[in-house]
């Protein structure tokens, strides 16, 4: 990839079964979405989007609107949701994972399965992973805490893509034909290659409400993330949902969407655990402004995916745990790294022993209260030590030391600091938005001398923080075709002939690296 983000986590219904008798074992469920931006949602002001099923999460939780991703792009976002920490800890730089790379999320990396595993619950993950494959899947889920997967490992442009739409419609964006076809696992096993994104929606769902159905009934604490591949390009849906909404192709897949999200919530409260579970619905990154009327929007906020403008990590979010959380809306600055931290305090599991970005926002969700993050840190896409954070904010304000547009958005779009010919410029001193005031970044405070301490006040910010970075190794450096995913290979001719249906249900073999 490159949120898109949605996600939700949800906690089990005291007094229904055993272990939810349990306070410190809560059902869990992480929802993410995919290049899902900040202003593509009805809760959040877009007039067109059909959402029923988040518009009554937003109603019954507490409505982010000051809540980021570590990274304008996916898998580094990914990583800092499951591991707390900035992705260039963890080498997941620059750029995303494609079927090729050879590296991974490390595997010393403690996700947010790995944390709860020990501790009883039933781990698993649903839809895009993105995190790496590499050989003899080392990095696939069930080697990072997860006893269950099923999905697509990256991206769903990332393979050919032929039929996006009920019945038969040719995809509206490209694809890259030069991987093999994105394959479906359960587990390590391919059991679908290529994947049908005509069906994937209802796969997806089946998979999600079973695993809460089946551990609801068993008595066991569970954690579902569930990784939309929904809004990402290329935009596809099923019969149910093509041609269902005024706003077009990519209306149409938030709506298959929302649809996941409103049976995900049935199913807890069907499985009697919905009061004792906690909800967090939230996306990857913003935007993709690249196809036009078929990619995302970003609300009032500048420029989108790829980029470190506010379009491109100030996503939408949503938290809900109904007796628990009061609805409403917060202005408190959040974050996808503080989500790991979180989890920890509710279940009382000490923290992993290693420099951890995120922070604990029991209070934000459950006090109505203040958070304790006053900073965050934006890096670009492709990040390069020698160049580091682009913008720094601190409390309101948000200095940009460097600016850069991005591929992700139209070379004609209106703002010619989100076109991809926009190339890198330093700024200095770095330009500064009152956020509070102006959330689109239009208005620059830097040459206001009113205005001095506060840029001095982030300069040290900024350099205290990069005193604790230390760059991990990059995961994306390596490339082989032997790690490409093919049900049925070694086969020739490759990667043509990496093709198996869902009844053969093939184990995996890779192309292993000689």
């Known amino acids: 990839m490159d949120l898109k983000i949605t996600f939700i986590i949800l906690m089990p219904l005291l007094g229904v079964v055993l272990c939810s008798k349990d306070p410190e074992k809560p059902n869990i469920v992480i929802m993410f979405a995919d290049d899902l931006g900040y202003g593509d949602l009805q809760a959040y002001g877009h007039p067109t989007s059909h959402t029923p099923n988040l518009n009554n999460l937003a109603k019954n939780g507490l409505l982010f609107t000051q809540f980021y991703?570590?990274?304008?792009?996916?898998?580094?976002?990914?990583?800092?949701?499951?591991?707390?920490?900035?992705?260039?800890?963890?080498?997941?730089?620059?750029?995303?994972?494609?079927?090729?790379?050879?590296?991974?999320?490390?595997?010393?990396e403690t996700t947010v399965a790995e944390i709860l595993h020990p501790r009883g619950y039933h781990t698993a993950i649903v839809g895009k992973w993105h995190l790496g494959v590499g050989k003899d899947n080392m990095y696939l889920p069930p080697n990072q805490g997860f006893d269950e997967y099923y999905g697509i490992p990256y991206s769903h442009d990332m393979c050919p893509c032929e039929i996006c739409f009920y019945p038969n419609e040719t995809c509206l964006n490209d694809c890259k034909?030069?991987?093999?076809?994105?394959?479906?696992?359960?587990?390590?096993?391919?059991?679908?290659?290529?994947?049908?994104?005509?069906?994937?929606?209802?796969k997806y769902v089946n998979r999600s409400v079973h695993i809460i159905a089946d551990n609801a009934a068993r008595g066991q604490p569970f954690f579902l993330y569930y990784a939309f591949q929904h809004?990402?390009?290329?935009?596809?849906?099923g019969k149910q949902f093509r041609n269902s909404t005024i706003r077009g192709p990519f209306g149409d897949a938030l709506a298959e969407l929302d649809d996941g999200v409103g049976r995900v919530m049935k199913q807890l409260e069907d499985s009697g655990v919905l009061e004792n579970t906690l909800v967090l619905f939230t996306s990857d990154n913003g935007p993709s402004l690249r196809w036009e009327n078929i990619g995302g929007n970003a609300g009032l906020l500048k420029c989108g995916k790829g980029t470190t403008y506010e379009g491109g990590q100030r996503v939408p979010a949503i938290a809900s745990w109904k007796g628990?959380?009061?609805?409403?809306?917060?202005?408190?600055?959040?974050?996808?790294?503080?989500?790991?931290?979180?989890?920890?305090?509710i279940v009382g599991v000490p923290l992993p022993s290693v420099t951890m970005d995120g922070v604990d926002i029991s209070s934000v969700l459950f006090n109505g209260g203040k958070s304790p993050r006053e900073s965050f840190f934006y890096y670009p896409t492709t990040v390069r030590p020698e160049y580091g954070i682009y913008a720094v904010r601190y409390k309101q304000y948000k200095a940009h030391y460097y600016t850069q547009g991005s591929a992700n958005s139209d070379e004609n779009n209106h703002d010619k600091d989100c076109r991809p010919s926009t190339k890198r410029a330093?700024?200095?001193?770095?330009?500064?938005?009152?956020?509070?005031?102006?959330?689109?970044?239009?208005?620059?405070?830097?040459?206001?001398?009113?205005?001095?301490?506060?840029?001095?006040?982030?300069?040290?910010?900024?350099?205290?923080?990069?005193?604790?970075?230390?760059?991990?190794?990059?995961?994306?450096?390596?490339?082989?075709?032997?790690?490409?995913?093919?049900?049925?290979?070694?086969?020739?001719?490759?990667?043509?002939?990496?093709?198996?249906?869902?009844?053969?249900?093939?184990?995996?073999?890779?192309?292993?690296?000689?």
């Open 69 to 108: 991703v570590s990274s304008p792009v996916c898998s580094p976002s990914r990583a800092s949701l499951l591991t707390g920490r900035y992705q260039t800890r963890s080498g997941i730089w620059p750029g995303v994972f494609e079927p090729d790379v050879v590296g991974g999320l490390p595997l010393n």
């Open 177 to 202: 034909d030069d991987f093999t076809s994105c394959p479906v696992f359960d587990g390590l096993n391919i059991v679908e290659q290529p994947a049908d994104l005509v069906t994937l929606h209802e």
């Open 231 to 237: 809004t990402h390009h290329p935009k596809y849906a």
């Open 324 to 345: 628990r959380i009061t609805p409403g809306r917060t202005v408190e600055l959040t974050s996808a790294l503080d989500i790991l931290p979180t989890i920890c305090s």
């Open 426 to 514: 330093a700024h200095d001193p770095p330009l500064l938005y009152d956020l509070h005031q102006d959330p689109s970044e239009q208005y620059d405070l830097s040459n206001d001398t009113n205005y001095a301490s506060i840029i001095d006040q982030i300069n040290q910010v900024k350099a205290k923080f990069e005193e604790t970075m230390v760059f991990g190794d990059s995961q994306m450096a390596n490339h082989s075709p032997y790690v490409e995913p093919c049900c049925n290979g070694p086969c020739d001719p490759f990667p043509e002939c990496c093709k198996c249906t869902q009844s053969e249900k093939k184990d995996i073999h890779l192309r292993f690296i000689p």
